[in-house]
């Protein structure tokens, strides 16, 4: 119920949470799409899949078993997710954790758990102060976006997209917080609202603060019946 998915919804409408238990899930012809493409993604950087081989690819979409044409143009926009995620192992001789799952359960509560698209592990050189330079451990999480619709890393009024925060929460958790610097990032090269990379950079004591005075005041609004209800461009999803 309390996914890094919908957190962008659930945090600023706490009352959603109730109403959206025993609601169907329904699909749409453009979130199968965005699951094939996911698929896709995972698999060419896993080497489970070259278009050498077959231009068809087989995956799983909402438990039913698929068999699809990989299009040009698929095949084109999901290589710019892959290759970005290529060039930042091969640059800081990164490990890439591809469909990291993360859990939330030691900084929140139980079921708070999702799925990163990929997460990177590696140290890079951090400019504090000045001309100081010191080596920091940092954790790279990046989203990939299919859709066409934009989704902002940080929106008009400033506030870091929740669903990244919530990941790479997660994440630094699951590394016991060993890493001092934090990158998240959106891949989204189907829209031309904004840019197809967008990155931002900051502590993990950062996301810490956002854990404690944001998403676990959150996520503890969402119980009882009186939860509140608040309306916004968040109940689209």
Not at 35 to 49: F, G, K, P, Q, R
Not at 198 to 207: F, K, L, N
């Amino acid at each position: 119920e309390l996914s890094g998915s919908t957190a962008h919804r659930w945090i600023k409408c706490p009352g959603s949470v109730r109403l959206c238990r025993g609601v169907p899930k329904t699909s749409s012809a453009a979130a199968s799409q965005g699951t094939m493409a996911h698929a896709l993604a995972e698999a060419i950087l896993t080497d489970a899949y070259s278009r050498e081989n077959s231009d068809s690819f087989t995956y799983m979409d909402g438990g039913e078993k698929k068999t699809e044409r990989v299009t040009d143009d698929m095949l084109n926009h999901v290589m710019v997710y892959v290759n970005r995620v290529r060039e930042l192992e091969k640059k800081h001789k990164a490990t890439a954790h591809v469909e990291y799952k993360v859990d939330l359960r030691r900084l929140v509560r139980d079921h708070m758990w999702g799925v990163a698209d990929v997460v990177l592990d590696y140290h890079k050189d951090v400019v504090y102060n000045g001309p100081i330079v010191y080596e920091q451990t940092v954790l790279h999480v990046i989203d990939f976006k299919y859709g066409f619709s934009p989704v902002r890393l940080i929106d008009d009024d400033g506030y870091i997209n929740s669903q990244l925060l919530y990941y790479a929460a997660g994440a630094l958790d699951k590394f016991n917080w060993i890493h001092k610097h934090v990158i998240i990032e959106i891949v989204q090269p189907r829209c031309v609202e904004v840019e197809s990379i967008q990155s931002h950079e900051m502590t993990a004591e950062c996301v810490k603060g956002w854990v404690e005075n944001v998403l676990t005041p959150a996520a503890r609004a969402t119980d009882g019946a009186g939860a509140p209800l608040i309306t916004g461009d968040h109940c689209r999803f």
